[in-house]
């Protein structure tokens, strides 16, 4: 009996560069084998991976060993690295690039300890007014069960949406901004507090590379401010919550089991993602480290320019 990923593979043969890439699910996600990201990539590689980054928009890397410098120079092969986040203040010494996502850093919450810098469905950072382009996320320490990772394809959801609700969702414009789910005075609620980032965007962006449009919603930013420019904040919420089940429906998603060497890199502007919190009350530690790319400012169909209201753009280097 053939083995139900070798019968995965007969529909992903080897590219010409020598690379498997293993679709994960129907919408989303496609494991890439045949590469040691430690190795000085030919450009031709890359230019794979980033096709299929934009074709699967997560792509999975098992069994690499590398560090933070491997991290963060793999990443430069795809954009501009910017520092680890606008609220870090203490990433690795000599990588202000890297943020650890690390259970050790965070509060306790009702006896349990967080597994996850945000266990809520969200895009990365879309309180910016430019959201990082992309992620790539590493795995360091893990539980030996819990703490799976799943992405949901925000292109799919925009196209499967009835023909009304896309020209509804096309004029519409959303605040994001942070909600510090942060100890009153700590330093996390410090920072959220003095950056202050807010911005406006539309609520379906094209993404600069592909042309698709994308739902973007990012519950985790969009939750706090219940803002749809033009609406009452009931109104706001009503309309939100449609927008935040359609975008995460199971269907459109792909749920990733992480183990040592596991890396994935998840094209921001298509997808949201959700640490899922099963793991906290078994007390183990959960250590994974973080870089993005940055992004542009997002556009919507009629070209309209996401805007800023408050903080700073954030740029790499």
Do not use: C
Not at 89 to 95: A, I, S, Y
Request: glycine residues 8%.
């Amino acid at each position: 009996m053939t083995d139900i990923s070798e019968r995965v593979k007969d529909h992903s043969p080897l590219t010409d560069t020598g690379l498997d890439v293993v679709p994960l699910a129907g919408y989303i996600g496609a494991e890439i084998r045949g590469v040691d990201l430690r190795g000085d990539l030919e450009p031709s590689v890359v230019e794979e991976i980033r096709g299929a980054l934009h074709t699967h928009k997560v792509i999975f890397f098992r069994d690499q060993e590398i560090g933070h410098a491997e991290q963060i120079a793999f990443a430069r092969r795809f954009g501009r690295v910017t520092p680890a986040h606008p609220h870090e203040e203490e990433p690795p010494e000599g990588f202000p690039e890297i943020l650890p996502i690390d259970s050790r850093r965070y509060e306790r919450h009702l006896g349990r300890k967080r597994t996850s810098y945000d266990n809520s469905w969200h895009t990365d950072v879309t309180a910016l007014v430019n959201p990082p382009a992309a992620s790539i996320l590493r795995a360091h320490i893990l539980p030996p069960y819990g703490g799976d990772t799943v992405w949901t394809n925000l292109v799919a959801a925009y196209e499967n949406l009835p023909k009304e609700l896309r020209d509804f969702a096309d004029k519409l414009d959303i605040k994001h901004q942070f909600n510090t789910r942060a100890v009153a005075g700590s330093q996390r609620d410090r920072k959220v507090r003095e950056a202050n980032l807010v911005a406006y965007h539309p609520a379906v962006r094209v993404h600069p590379v592909t042309g698709e449009r994308a739902l973007f919603v990012s519950p985790g930013f969009t939750r706090g401010a219940r803002e749809i420019r033009g609406f009452s904040p009931s109104q706001s919420e009503a309309i939100l919550k449609l927008f935040w089940e359609e975008a995460t429906r199971t269907e459109y998603t792909v749920r990733f089991r992480w183990a040592p060497g596991s890396v994935a890199f998840w094209d921001n502007r298509a997808t949201a993602h959700l640490a899922i919190p099963d793991a906290g009350h078994l007390d183990y530690d959960r250590v994974l480290y973080r870089v993005t790319l940055e992004g542009d400012i997002p556009k919507g169909v009629d070209g309209r320019e996401s805007e800023l209201v408050s903080g700073e753009p954030f740029h790499g280097s």
